[in-house]
């Protein structure tokens, strides 16, 4: 297992961390499978279906109340990556309570969005095929607007701007792409 080198040496934006080969391709092979069989769900909000697959964990977001309901714990199986996705982000394992895993077939994006203020912090490890992750923010002049890579086997942190000032958004691909998102709860517990 290699520690992993950092993507950029100056961060493209305030807040976000990136780090190249968190998890090496055994690694990456098996959580592929263990999500495909963790229960995934098409993601609904409102009368909307999206066409990515996703389960919650630990926590659940509750688009209709705009609240966290307590789901399935962690499984043994997302605890070693989240112990690698706890130190890119400088927080102890037990922090990221949350996780939400995706598979987005061919197709499957993510629109603009900043993850719900009842969570903190934000750390995502991708899978599968390399996506970008698109950040804007709204200025006086239009959007300011940021891309970073998202390679497989890679994971980034959000806190800080990155975090609660900037949208971000993953464009459709042609290949299927798994992601695993930590995220920890606003306030602590
Ligand atoms: O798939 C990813 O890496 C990002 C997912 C995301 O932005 C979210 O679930 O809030
Ligand atoms: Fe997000």
Known sequence: MSAGLPL?????LPGLAERADLIDAAEEAALIAAIDASGLTPFRFQQWEGLRLTRSLGWHYDFARGTVAEAA????WLLPVRARAAALAGLPAAALEQALVIRYDPGAGIGWHRDRPVFDRVVG????????????????????????P???????????????????SIAPLAAPRWS??????????
Do not use: C, K, N, Q
């Open 8 to 12: 950029f040496d100056v961060p493209p």
């Open 150 to 168: 998202l390679p497989p086997r890679g994971g980034y942190a959000l806190s800080g701007e990155a975090r609660g000032l900037w949208e971000h």
């Open 180 to 189: 695993i998102t930590f995220r920890s709860l606003a306030g602590g517990r």
């Open 73 to 76: 714990p962690l499984p043994e």
């Open 125 to 148: 490890v991708s899978l599968g095929a390399a996506a970008a992750m698109r950040f804007r923010r709204r200025t006086e002049r239009g959007f300011e607007r940021v891309t970073v």
